[in-house]
C-alpha cells in the first residue's frame, strides 16, 4: 500500500507553514507571509500528495519519507498530523485523512498555546487546599495541541417511563390523626431530538478527561481542511462509531429520564415517586466523525505528574490537582468545628 505526505510550506520562501488560532490563517514564522485556508478544490490541487517510496509492505513498519530532507519518520497507527525532526516541516498523512478516513468536520484551534498559563492560574483560583509553594516549584511539560477524533450523534429518543407514587393526607378525628396514603399510576411519555453528542474516538486518551473538558461549540465545526492540521498533531479515530455508541447512548438515555423524573415531580405534589419501568430508545441514530481541538499537558510537582487537557476552543481547563495534606486536615477539622458549634448553638436554644 502506497503512503502519501502532504507537506504545509510557504509557496514565498518554502519554509513550514503552521495553523494560527488566532487569525485563523496558515502562516508563515520565516517570512511573515499569511494565507487563507485553501478550499478543497484548491487544497487538492495546492501541495498535492506526493508518493512516499515505502515499501508495499510497510504495514508492519509505519515509516513515511520526509519529501522536504529525505529523513525517515516513525508514525504510530493512528496519528495523521506530526513534525519533521529533523527540517521541522509540518506533515499531513493524507492517507489517514482521506476516502473514508477523511472527517466530516474539524473545529479548528481557537486557543493559542501562549495563553495557557494563564489559563491554568485562572483554574487553579480559589483552590485553598494547593500546597503553599505549588505555585513556584510546578511546571509546565509535554505541551501538546492534539485534534482529537470525537463521534457527533444525531437522534430521538423516544419511549414512557412508569412510576408509582404515593400521596401521604393527614386528618385529626378526635384524639386521633388518621393518615390516608394514596397511589398512583404515573406514566410520562418522551420525545427528545438529540444534535451533535459528542463521544471521543481514541483509545488513547482518558474518556473521563475528555468528557470533562466539554462542551464545544458545535456550531464552531467547518469542513474539513488539511491545512487546519499543520502545526498540530492529529488522531484518526482507532474506536468506530458502532464501538462507543453504547457511551452515547447512555448520555442520551440519562437526560431523557432527567426530563422525564422532573416532569413527573413538577405536574403534582407527590409523597413519593418511585421509577417502575421504562421504554425510551433511540430511533435513526446516525453519527459523523469531526476533529475537535485538545491540548494536552502536564504539570509536575514534587516529583510527581499531574495530567491536564484545555479545550482549545472555549479555554476550559481540566486536570488533577495536589492537594497540601495539612491544609486539608485543618480544613476538615475546621469544618467539624463549625457544624460542632452549630448543634450545640441549636441544643442552647432548645433549652431555654
Not at 25 to 39: E, L, N
Not at 74 to 92: Q, R
Not at 281 to 296: I, R, S, W
Request: with cysteine; charged share 25%; net charge negative.
Amino acid at each position: 500500500m502506497e503512503k502519501k505526505l502532504s507537506e504545509q510550506k510557504c509557496p514565498a520562501c518554502g519554509a513550514p507553514l503552521r495553523f494560527d488560532p488566532e487569525s485563523g490563517k496558515s502562516v508563515c514564522d520565516w517570512c511573515g507571509m499569511s494565507y487563507d485556508i485553501p478550499t478543497e478544490e484548491d487544497e487538492n490541487l495546492d501541495n498535492g500528495p506526493s508518493d512516499a517510496s515505502i515499501p508495499e509492505n510497510a504495514e508492519e513498519l509505519p515509516i513515511y519519507n520526509c519529501i522536504s530532507c529525505g529523513a525517515e519518520i516513525v508514525a504510530d497507527a493512528v496519528s495523521a498530523s506530526l513534525k519533521c525532526p529533523y527540517c521541522g516541516n509540518n506533515i499531513v498523512l493524507t492517507e489517514k485523512v482521506s476516502g473514508g478516513l477523511r472527517p466530516d468536520g474539524i473545529i479548528p484551534f481557537k486557543i493559542d498555546k501562549k495563553s495557557l498559563p494563564a489559563a491554568v492560574q485562572s483554574f487553579y483560583k480559589g483552590r485553598k487546599l494547593l500546597p503553599s509553594h505549588f505555585f513556584d516549584e510546578s511546571s509546565i511539560e509535554d505541551l501538546c495541541g492534539v485534534y482529537v477524533p470525537f463521534w457527533l450523534y444525531n437522534c430521538t429518543y423516544r419511549g414512557t417511563v412508569a412510576y408509582d407514587g404515593t400521596k401521604v393526607s393527614s386528618a385529626r378525628d378526635g384524639d386521633y390523626v388518621i393518615s390516608t396514603t394514596a397511589h398512583y399510576d404515573v406514566e410520562r411519555a418522551i420525545e427528545m431530538q438529540f444534535t451533535d453528542i459528542p463521544v471521543d474516538g481514541s483509545a488513547r486518551l482518558e474518556d473521563a478527561l475528555m468528557d470533562s473538558i466539554e462542551p464545544f461549540d458545535m456550531s464552531g465545526v467547518v469542513p474539513f481542511r488539511m491545512s487546519y492540521l499543520s502545526g498540530f498533531f492529529a488522531e484518526r479515530f482507532d474506536k468506530d462509531s458502532d464501538e462507543v455508541r453504547e457511551r452515547a447512548e447512555n448520555r442520551m438515555y440519562s437526560s431523557a429520564l432527567d426530563v422525564a423524573n422532573a416532569n413527573a415531580m413538577t405536574d403534582y405534589t407527590y409523597s413519593s415517586l418511585d421509577r417502575r419501568s421504562d421504554t425510551l430508545h433511540p430511533d435513526e441514530l446516525e453519527a459523523k466523525y469531526v476533529l475537535l481541538p485538545v491540548y494536552t499537558f502536564n504539570v509536575n510537582y514534587g516529583g510527581k505528574q499531574y495530567s491536564f487537557a484545555m479545550n482549545g476552543q472555549t479555554g476550559k481547563v481540566v486536570g488533577d490537582v495536589p492537594t497540601d495534606k495539612k491544609k486539608s486536615l485543618l480544613y476538615r477539622w475546621g469544618t467539624f468545628a463549625a457544624i460542632f458549634a452549630a448543634i450545640m448553638l441549636i441544643v442552647s436554644f432548645l433549652s431555654c
